[in-house]
């Protein structure tokens, strides 16, 4: 099976930062690209952030652009969301998921986490 755990939410001040993990298990990690989507109370689910398999290219969405970054380790099959500069509206539950293909599309990722929640006081 195809396992991936999030951890590193938790509650943080505006201005705050936070580091999210994504450990994956049970396939090749770098085989798949990996994206970071969020879903706030009463919103869609979003994309977040993306990165291509080998980590070359990377993609976000325009809220959080200068603010996080992705970023992969694929020998230790682990990708990561750092997160600056946090805003209230930023509060939501994280996840991350694995997609055979460069997408930011969520119907199109195979493999998702349980989810961390981030939440951003003001």
């Known amino acids: 099976q195809v396992k991936l755990v999030e951890s590193g939410g938790g509650l943080v001040q505006a201005g705050g930062s936070l580091r999210l993990s994504c450990a994956t298990s049970?396939?090749?990690?770098?085989?798949?690209?990996l994206g970071w989507f969020r879903q706030a109370p009463g919103k869609e689910r979003e994309s977040v952030a993306t990165?291509?398999?080998?980590?070359?290219?990377?993609d976000y969405a325009d809220a959080v652009k200068g603010r996080f970054t992705i970023s992969r380790d694929n020998a230790k099959n682990t990708g990561y969301l750092q997160m600056g500069s946090l805003k209230p509206e930023d509060t939501a539950v994280y996840y991350c998921?694995?997609?055979?293909?460069?997408?930011?599309?969520?119907?199109?990722?195979?493999?998702w986490g349980q989810g961390t929640q981030v939440t951003v006081s003001s």
């Open positions: 049970g396939r090749t990690f770098s085989h798949y690209a």
């Open positions: 998921a694995l997609a055979p293909f460069y997408t930011a599309r969520a119907s199109e990722y195979n493999y």
């Open positions: 990165i291509s398999m080998g980590g070359g290219s990377t």
